[in-house]
């Protein structure tokens, strides 16, 4: 297994629509995005789901509600203290079948006391990632959309998996915009 480089993923977004749309440079005003040297900076997009706890005793992963949240569409968003938003990305992904990645949050947003998640891409996964992020700061933390939020670090395998995301149906496959927790 070997980390691919930014010749790779150019090279892969420009032939196989792996990243789209794509940023074949970093882009840098506000905090940046596009390709890196061994991986992308992914942008958030406009759309925000903020959890609304009023009347909730708890968060149950296998029964979650949209009422539970609040939509928002916006260039901005202020996230509670000790609280969490979802949001999506801006790029659609397609993921190779001899491809998985990891994703880590960008310093400037970890240095305010965001913490995103976002689970691995997995071997042909495709659709818009669903992006937690958690204000862990005793203060409302502001995020934007349309700049970088986190970088996606490809690792491409020897040989290709017995069975993919897709060979398997997976429950998130295809996902257009931000997506709850669905049950099995």
């Not at 790779?8 to 390709?35: C, L, T, Y």
């Not at 992914?42 to 992963?61: A, Q, R, W």
């Not at 509670?80 to 992904?93: D, G, M, T």
């Not at 970088?151 to 496959?173: A, M, N, P, R």
């Amino acid at each position: 297994m070997s980390v691919r480089s930014d010749k790779w993923i150019i090279e892969m977004a420009r032939h196989h629509d792996m990243i789209k749309p794509f940023s074949e440079n970093q882009v840098k005003p506000g905090i940046s995005f596009g390709v890196s040297s061994y991986g992308y900076d992914i942008c958030l997009s406009d759309e925000f789901k903020l959890l609304n706890p009023e009347g909730l005793n708890e968060i149950n992963p296998k029964d979650v509600s949209v009422t539970n949240f609040v939509d928002i569409r916006a260039d901005s968003i202020l996230i509670p203290p000790n609280s969490f938003v979802l949001a999506r990305s801006k790029e659609y992904f397609k993921i190779p079948r001899d491809v998985i990645t990891i994703c880590l949050g960008k310093s400037t947003y970890a240095r305010s006391g965001i913490v995103v998640n976002v689970t691995p891409f997995e071997p042909e996964w495709e659709g818009f990632a669903t992006i937690a992020l958690s204000n862990t700061a005793p203060l409302p933390v502001r995020v934007y959309a349309h700049e970088g939020i986190a970088q996606i670090i490809f690792l491409q395998t020897d040989e290709e998996c017995i069975s993919s995301y897709k060979d398997k149906k997976g429950k998130y496959q295809g996902q257009k915009g931000i997506t709850l927790s669905k049950p099995s």
